[in-house]
């Protein structure tokens, strides 16, 4: 299996403008997790999916952080309008419920966004 | 809610010293334990798990952890670390199925491990 995939791997953009990060879980993968991490505030969990539907999104900074995932193999993360305190590494996860492992994470490459 | 505790921010250690990374938990039951561990520029990847069974878990690259319930700890181990192992470790802790949280993990501050020649 590829893992999960994120793109874009790095991201450059100058404050105000509309950002959307990519992420393809591992098939078959029935939970996905969205995660920012930062030196000062470290590995912070944004929203996660269960079956394509958010169940918490209660990390989410503020409206203009927002995320969907419109089918079982691919979900975005969206900011609008961006800021420079938004720059981060952005992790995207993926984990499968059988009852023994279901919790265990894999994880992504990651987005490195810069906002300028 | 459950809670993860990594009091050492950052340990250094020789090559060829044992290891030990701290890890204390708050949870009402016994939780799903895990360690993970970031090298730079890249994502987590996971070193070993706890679920049931024997307190004693072994990993990939050599490392071990201890579920401790008396201590609500789950240290991570290692007899002699190697130059490659430096990196910043995670301990994460699990709600089981019925738990709140059901399906996400709490994640530590994380350690960041250097090692010198």
């Known amino acids: 299996d590829a893992g999960v995939i994120q793109s874009p791997r790095h991201e450059v953009t100058e404050m105000g403008q509309e950002v959307t990060l990519r992420c393809k879980p591992i098939?078959?993968?029935?939970?996905l997790f969205w995660y920012r991490q930062t030196m000062m505030r470290g590995l912070e969990l944004l929203i996660y999916?269960?079956?394509?539907?958010?169940?918490?999104d209660s990390g989410m900074p503020e409206d203009r952080f927002s995320a969907k995932m419109p089918n079982a193999s691919f979900s975005t993360l969206k900011i609008q309008p961006s800021e420079p305190r938004d720059s981060a590494v952005y992790f995207c996860a993926s984990s499968l419920d059988r009852g023994g492992s279901y919790n265990e994470q894999f994880f992504g490459p990651g987005t490195r966004l810069t906002v300028l | 809610a459950q809670s993860v505790t990594q009091p050492d921010i950052h340990i250094t250690v020789s090559e060829g010293a044992s290891l030990e990374l701290r890890c204390n938990y708050s949870?009402?039951?016994?939780?799903?334990l895990f360690w993970y561990v970031q090298s730079p520029g890249q994502g987590l990847q996971l070193l070993l798990k706890?679920?049931?069974?024997?307190?004693l878990v072994q990993g990939i690259k050599g490392f071990e952890a201890e579920f401790k319930r008396s201590q609500s700890s789950f240290n991570l181990r290692k007899p002699s670390v190697h130059w490659s192992d430096a990196a910043e470790y995670f301990c994460?802790?699990?709600?089981?199925?019925?738990?709140?949280?059901?399906?996400?993990?709490?994640f530590g501050q994380g350690t960041i491990l250097t090692v010198h020649p």
């Open positions: 999916f269960n079956n394509n539907v958010p169940i918490d």
């Open positions: 994460a802790v699990g709600a089981r199925p019925g738990g709140t949280s059901y399906g996400k993990l709490t």
């Open positions: 098939s078959g993968h029935d939970y």
């Open positions: 949870y009402g039951a016994t939780p799903y």
């Open positions: 706890y679920f049931s069974g024997d307190t």
